[in-house]
Every structure is written in C-alpha cells, then in structure tokens.
C-alpha cells in the first residue's frame, strides 16, 4: 500500500489478530448530484491508508488525464469506476468500499444523486448502519437532499451525519454553515429524524474529515472519520426475538436432515423451542450444526444448519422462530412502496415478491397514496411511476411469515420482480397485516370442484379466446359453445362487452381498469371452474401478464389459450363496431391496436388464424382439438 501500518511489519500476526476482532460498520454516502461523495469516500481511501502504490500511481495519471481539479488528485476516479462515470463526472451505480482504520473496519456504499437513480441509492441503504448525506455549501438543501432523507428515515438508518461540503467554496463561513443546518433541522424533524451530526468539511482538502481543521476554530464536532468510529454498533437483533429464514434443507444423507439459514435476529441454543411459519408446526433444536463443529450457541449475524428432535415438514423459504414469541402470519399486508422499473406499476397486476428467501405471487391490490417528499403531501395514486414512492396495500396468494421493517429489515424487507422479464421493479416495507387477511379463512366444503365435474360428466375448464378487437373471438366462442351444449356439455360463455354490462360497467379502458377487467373475469371464471362447468372467455385481454395470472389462478391443465390471430390491417378492414375509425380519428383513446398495445401469447395451446379459416371452421378445430389433446369428457 501507498502508507502500510507499522504493525505489519512489526508483528503480521498480532495485525491480523487485532483486525479480526475490530467492528465493522456499513454506511453509505448519499444527496444531490456533486455534493463531492465520491470525492469524500476517496479521500477516506487515501486518508486511511487503504491505497496501493500502483493505484495511487494510475490515480496520479487519470487525475490529470479525466480530473476535475486541473491536475490535482481527483479523488472521486477511486470510486467512480464505470467509463460513464468518468465521462459524466457523475456517480451511476452503486459502489461498495471497503478500508479500516486501528479501531473499526467500514463497508461504504457510494450512491448516485441523480433522480433516476434513486432505485441504487435504496439498494446500497437497505444494509446501511448509518447514513453520511452531503451537501454542498453553495448550495444548500436540495431536492435529492430531501429525497435521500426521506428514504434514509424510510429505511430505519438512525444515525446520520450532515456533511456540509465544499465549504471552502464559501470560505468556511459559519453563517452560512448554520443557515444550512436550520433549514435541514425543520425538513428532519417533518420526516421522523430526530438527532444528526452536522460536520462543515471539504472533501477535497480534506478539512475535518480525518482530524479538526484549523479553518473551522467555530466548530467543536468531531471531524467526520471520528463520528464513525466512534458510532455505536448496534446490538439491538441479538435482543430481538429469534428468527430465521430457511435457506437451504440440507440432506446430506440419510441420518442428517438440518435447516440451513443466516440467523436474522435473536440468539438459538440447543434446547431452545422453536415454531416453523407459516406451518406453525413446534419442535426443539437439538444441534447447532457448522463447518467447524457444532455451537453451544449462535446470534444474529452467524449462518448455521439447525437440526430438530422432531421431523417436522420445513421447506426453503418457512421462517424458523421463537416458539413463545412467533412473527405474524398473513397474506394482505399495508407496505410502504419505490418504485424501480420505467414501466409504471398497475395494480392488480401480479408481480413475484420476495421475502428473505421465499418468493411468492403478488399483486398491489390498492395505491392509498404517493408521498411528494418535497412537501411531504400525500397524493393521491392510480399508479406509481420510477423513482415514486407510495404507501399501498398488497395481497399474496399464500400466506408469508413476517415482521413489520421497524422492528426486523430482514423479515419486514421485500422487493417485487416481474414475471416476465424477472427484473426487479420495486422494494417495499410491511407496516401490518390488514384486518381481514386475519379474519378471514377458507371454509373447507366436502363437495369439490372434482364432484360437481363428475357430477356433470366433463372436465372443468376455461377456453380463453384472445386477440384484437374485430377479430371473430366472441363469434368462434359463440360456435364452440354451441357444438359443446349439443354434445351434452355444461358450458358458460363470458364475452367482453356483455360483462361491461354489469359485473366490469365501473370500468373504463385505462391501464389500470384493463387490468382490473381482466382480474375480475379471472376470478368469475375459477368460481366456474370450481362449479364444474367449461368456461369460454371471450376477452380481448391484451397483456401477457393478466393472462398469465388467469392461468395461475387455475390447476394444471384447467386453462386452455385460444389466440385468434387476426392482422390488424384485417380486423380494422372488417370494423364491424366502428372503433377503429373512432380511435384513428381520435374518438376513442386507449384503443387496443391503436395507441394501446397488444402483446400477442407467446405459447399459446390453440392459435387461429382467421385468415384461412372461416368461424365454423375454427370452432371445428377447437372441438377437435379438445376431444384428441385436452378432452373435457371424463
């Protein structure tokens, strides 16, 4: 390294003992764009000696070559690594750092300060201890400030350092200095911060970052790297109840079955009795089971495999906890949402939550309301756009072990990806399970959906016929239903329109209301299913993901796509209804095929191109189809 402890040379073990046993914090910088975090994190770098000489070296050439400072040290191209960054002279993605000094080690994440990247500056706080939010001198508090702020409380970060930047810019002016820190103390006290450290410093010429500066005899504080080390570290999981996501079911062979796991919060021994959720099953540890042997005890923090007395059925994903003081179990909760994707959430929408290591399927059942972190108003929300922050309610469709994010991150903490693409579109925090996910519970019946079919001598199922407006789908359903009825079926047409007449007539054609459109036609159609009958679902339905939730919502081999496969061109030819020429001329908005999309099925069982095929020649296709690959008859 470019300055190496005296220690290592001295006594390399003695070094390496006293490092095993430092602390170690996480903390993150954070607030608007050139508040200097990656200049500050890069001065902390070099400060503490966590620089090797080949890098300070190439730091020396890039500075002169990409600097900002006309051939001084830049310190920020230490963090700053992608080639945008160093174009932009801005931070994008997220930077983890690692440095020590003699009394702790620290993790930093260096988050962007650009709006759109509000979702990485969230993923680097969700392990944050601690938060440093920078501000420039000149400039005061920002609306990124706010943002960061906002989220920082969000994400339970209690101690938090103001680092009032640059101030040699303002020639480390105490007025201006205190000016800052009452206009941030009125916005802090709004959002639920209740201490933080101010600390006037300049990144760059390293005033009260490492030591007291001589420019700042105003200021009795501690200078910034002091405030870190001297941070308590807190313990506050090893006194919570004992949790423990199962992450793995580790069956080495036949004599060892042992649940393996990073132990959220609490501490376990053997002895110790424990409840499997959301089973709610009891047994007692009997081992505490590592790689080196087994523990008398483990805490918080510590991965371990824990056997019980008992075989009791636990599976990845189930929540191993204090017997006397479980998590709640439920499947509708209140949460607090950010949303990450460029494409706006909807409700009803079915997304993938995941919770510690179960993952389950989702939907936000009601936006409540969207938070301007400016004014700190509660808006009201159809929908939450990137980078929006909203407080909703979410329904599962299985019941999940939980802890409210206050008292447990790990059990509390979820982010939602999508089905399709498997990106991660949003981060939320549970608040509380609603009311009615406690009340209410499936009443178990002794006659099933098995023998209202066998009752009625068919297979119950659903023909779900898709595809543009004008294309034939309720003309072809209407035919299938009728040579079903004529051979005995008991069947049930549900057509588009004809819904819109009652159940859907709330609804009109935004985003949100197709998608709420299609989940209620969803669940008519599995209450259906559940009576025995064959269901048609006539539905222009045009987004992958609600008909994907449709079949989710039935069993294997109850769901049955019909695309009629019509050219736009074609059913805008035949315009039975007129839309067409109502949308193109500007009539009719949100016009499926006209300026809203249609996302044609990618696996469909039956496709029907109407082009070669007259309707009573499809609806004879899909008879056919049914009687040799799927037969509705038993």
């Given at each position: 390294?470019?300055?190496?402890?005296?220690?290592?040379?001295?006594?390399?073990?003695?070094?390496?003992?006293?490092?095993?046993?430092?602390?170690?914090?996480?903390?993150?910088?954070?607030?608007?764009?050139?508040?200097?975090?990656?200049?500050?994190?890069?001065?902390?770098?070099?400060?503490?000696?966590?620089?090797?000489?080949?890098?300070?070296?190439?730091?020396?050439?890039?500075?002169?070559?990409?600097?900002?400072?006309?051939?001084?040290?830049?310190?920020?191209?230490?963090?700053?690594?992608?080639?945008?960054?160093?174009?932009?002279?801005?931070?994008?993605?997220?930077?983890?750092?690692?440095?020590?000094?003699?009394?702790?080690?620290?993790?930093?994440?260096d988050t962007p300060g650009h709006e759109q990247y509000t979702r990485n500056m969230v993923t680097g706080a969700s392990t944050a201890d601690a938060a440093v939010i920078l501000i420039d001198a000149r400039k005061g508090v920002l609306t990124q400030t706010r943002r960061h702020s906002y989220l920082v409380s969000l994400l339970g970060i209690?101690?938090?350092?103001?680092?009032?930047?640059?101030?040699?810019?303002?020639?480390?002016?105490?007025?201006?200095?205190?000016?800052?820190?009452?206009?941030?103390?009125?916005?802090?006290?709004?959002?639920?911060?209740?201490?933080?450290?101010?600390?006037?410093?300049?990144?760059?010429?390293?005033?009260?970052i490492t030591e007291p500066s001589d420019q700042t005899p105003w200021y009795s504080g501690p200078p910034l790297l002091r405030w870190l080390e001297d941070l308590p570290v807190e313990d506050d999981l090893r006194e919570a109840p004992f949790r423990m996501p199962v992450q793995w079911v580790n069956r080495p062979n036949l004599d060892f079955?042992?649940?393996?796991?990073?132990?959220?919060?609490?501490?376990?021994?053997?002895?110790?009795?424990?409840?499997?959720?959301?089973?709610?099953?009891?047994?007692?540890?009997?081992?505490?089971?590592?790689?080196?042997?087994?523990?008398?005890?483990?805490?918080?923090?510590?991965?371990?495999?824990?056997?019980?007395?008992?075989?009791?059925?636990?599976?990845?994903?189930?929540?191993?906890?204090?017997?006397?003081?479980?998590?709640?179990?439920?499947?509708?909760?209140?949460?607090?949402?950010?949303?990450?994707?460029?494409?706006?959430?909807?409700?009803?929408?079915?997304?993938?939550?995941?919770?510690?290591?179960?993952?389950?399927?989702?939907?936000?059942?009601?936006?409540?309301?969207?938070?301007?972190?400016?004014?700190?108003?509660?808006?009201?929300?159809?929908?939450?756009?990137?980078?929006?922050?909203?407080?909703?309610?979410?329904?599962?469709?299985?019941?999940?072990?939980?802890?409210?994010?206050?008292?447990?991150?790990?059990?509390?903490?979820?982010?939602?990806?999508?089905?399709?693409?498997?990106?991660?579109?949003?981060?939320?925090?549970?608040?509380?399970?609603?009311?009615?996910?406690?009340?209410?519970?499936?009443?178990?019946?002794?006659?099933?959906?098995?023998?209202?079919?066998?009752?009625?001598?068919?297979?119950?199922s659903v023909l779900w016929f898709t595809g543009l407006s004008g294309g034939g789908k309720s003309t072809i359903a209407n035919l299938v239903e009728k040579k079903l009825s004529a051979d005995g079926r008991h069947t049930y047409l549900l057509d588009g329109d004809n819904v819109r007449h009652g159940l859907n007539k709330d609804l009109g054609?935004?985003?949100?209301?197709?998608?709420?459109?299609?989940?209620?036609?969803?669940?008519?159609?599995?209450?259906?299913?559940?009576?025995?009958?064959?269901?048609?679902?006539?539905?222009?339905?045009?987004?992958?993901?609600?008909?994907?939730?449709?079949?989710?919502?039935?069993?294997?081999?109850?769901?049955?796509?019909?695309?009629?496969?019509?050219?736009?061109?074609?059913?805008?030819?035949?315009?039975?209804?007129?839309?067409?020429?109502?949308?193109?001329?500007?009539?009719?908005?949100?016009?499926?095929?006209?300026?809203?999309?249609?996302?044609?099925?990618?696996?469909?069982?039956?496709?029907?191109?109407?082009?070669?095929?007259?309707?009573?020649?499809?609806?004879?296709?899909?008879?056919?189809?049914?009687?040799?690959?799927?037969?509705?008859?038993?």
């Open positions: 390294m470019a300055h190496q402890s005296a220690l290592i040379a001295e006594d390399i073990e003695a070094y390496l003992k006293a490092h095993e046993v430092k602390s170690l914090l996480r903390f993150l910088t954070c607030g608007s764009v050139d508040d200097g975090k990656s200049t500050l994190i890069g001065r902390l770098l070099y400060d503490s000696k966590m620089i090797f000489e080949d890098q300070l070296a190439a730091l020396e050439a890039d500075s002169k070559k990409l600097g900002t400072q006309g051939g001084e040290i830049d310190f920020a191209l230490l963090v700053d690594g992608l080639a945008a960054e160093r174009e932009q002279g801005i931070t994008i993605d997220v930077a983890y750092r690692f440095f020590s000094t003699d009394k702790r080690k620290f993790i930093v994440a209690r101690h938090v350092a103001l680092a009032i930047n640059k101030m040699d810019l303002v020639g480390f002016d105490q007025t201006r200095f205190e000016a800052i820190v009452a206009d941030y103390t009125d916005f802090a006290e709004q959002i639920g911060i209740k201490a933080f450290t101010a600390i006037p410093m300049s990144a760059l010429r390293g005033d009260n079955r042992g649940f393996s796991g990073q132990i959220a919060s609490g501490v376990i021994k053997p002895g110790d009795r424990i409840k499997a959720l959301p089973s709610g099953r009891e047994s007692t540890v009997e081992r505490i089971v590592t790689f080196t042997g087994d523990l008398p005890e483990a805490v918080a923090g510590q991965s371990v495999t824990l056997t019980l007395t008992d075989e009791i059925d636990v599976s990845r994903g189930d929540v191993l906890a204090q017997a006397q003081s479980p998590p709640a179990v439920a499947d509708q909760f209140e949460a607090t949402l950010v949303w990450f994707d460029d494409e706006h959430m909807l409700p009803g929408r079915p997304y993938l939550m995941k919770l510690g290591a179960r993952t389950v399927a989702a939907t936000v059942t009601e936006p409540k309301y969207k938070v301007n972190v400016n004014t700190l108003e509660h808006l009201a929300a159809k929908r939450l756009e990137l980078n929006e922050i909203g407080v909703v309610n979410l329904s599962t469709d299985a019941p999940i072990a939980f802890d409210p994010y206050v008292e447990n991150k790990d059990l509390g903490g979820f982010i939602l990806i999508d089905r399709i693409s498997n990106r991660t579109v949003g981060a939320g925090l549970i608040h509380f399970a609603l009311r009615r996910s406690q009340n209410i519970h499936w009443q178990a019946m002794d006659v099933d959906k098995r023998h209202r079919a066998a009752a009625k001598g068919q297979k119950a054609f935004t985003e949100e209301d197709r998608v709420e459109n299609i989940r209620r036609v969803a669940e008519v159609a599995k209450l259906m299913v559940d009576a025995g009958l064959i269901v048609l679902v006539s539905f222009i339905s045009p987004f992958r993901a609600e008909r994907r939730m449709a079949r989710e919502a039935l069993a294997d081999g109850e769901f049955v796509e019909v695309f009629v496969d019509t050219p736009l061109a074609e059913a805008e030819r035949r315009d039975v209804k007129g839309l067409y020429a109502k949308a193109r001329a500007g009539e009719l908005k949100n016009f499926t095929g006209v300026d809203s999309p249609y996302e044609p099925p990618e696996h469909a069982e039956i496709v029907i191109d109407t082009t070669k095929l007259t309707p009573e020649a499809a609806a004879e296709q899909i008879v056919a189809w049914l009687d040799q690959g799927f037969d509705p008859g038993i």
